[in-house]
């Protein structure tokens, strides 16, 4: 069965602190995308990540791939209130482990909550 | 990056009626979806809108229930067709220019079935 797990799926932080999203998958892929959604609000793409080792950044947010550990993670670095919002991993199949072309199996999400 | 609009962005309709939504992309996209989003949930594949032919359904959803059209590369439509209150959902359309890029979303369709 094709799986993407994120933890954890609620997380209250203060502003200033740094924090991890883990976002595990269950077979080979190689391709991971990371979403932002506000409330009432689509998805707003913040990273894709295509290789073994691959390490984005943008402003506080910083993502990164271990394909062998079938993980990824987003790291807040000294969260800020406008952080706050649902964030999103999808993962890519490949037909080859039971997936169908463009479909993302998305995780449940992680509602991030930044407190001043 | 392809900005993506869709219309309505909201309806009530009534138990056994059928809406169509609409999605517009600004530039030509080779792979179309439609995504739900049930409330407090995340995001399920529902098709994948394949131009000038016969849209590819995920398991347990079929083609009466949501037909499917994309005329061209920069429209489709979804149809919720004999819609129930478990059809409340948001409906999200989706594209992307090749399997390795960027995949956008739409803002949403949020349907409410009484």
């Known amino acids: 069965e094709l799986k993407v797990e994120q933890n954890p799926l609620f997380l209250s932080m203060q502003e200033g602190k740094n924090y991890t999203i883990y976002c595990n998958y269950s077979t080979t892929s190689d391709r991971l995308y990371w979403y932002r959604q506000d409330p009432g609000k689509s998805l707003e793409s913040l990273f894709v990540?295509?290789?073994?080792?691959a390490v984005k950044q943008e402003g506080r947010l910083m993502a990164s791939l271990d394909t062998k550990a079938r993980l990824s993670t987003l790291h807040i670095t000294a969260a800020v209130h406008d952080l706050s919002a649902t964030y999103f991993c999808a993962v890519a199949f490949p037909p080859l482990y039971g997936g169908s072309q463009g479909n993302l199996i998305f995780g449940k999400g992680t509602k991030l909550s930044v407190k001043p | 990056s392809a900005v993506i609009s869709q219309k309505p962005s909201r309806d009530i309709c009534q138990r056994g009626t059928s809406l169509t939504i609409q999605c517009q992309v600004d530039?030509?996209?080779?792979?179309m979806f439609w995504y739900r989003q049930q409330p407090g949930q995340s995001l399920t594949l529902i098709a994948t809108a394949n131009q000038g032919s016969e849209a590819t359904y995920e398991s347990g959803f079929v083609i009466d229930k949501f037909p499917i059209s994309r005329p061209n590369l920069t429209f489709s439509t979804l149809t919720v067709s004999n819609m129930s209150p478990e059809d409340s959902s948001i409906y999200l359309c989706s594209g992307k220019e090749t399997d390795y890029n960027e995949q956008f979303f739409g803002p949403g369709t949020r349907l409410t079935v009484l």
């Open positions: 530039s030509q996209v080779t792979m």
């Open positions: 990540l295509l290789s073994n080792g």
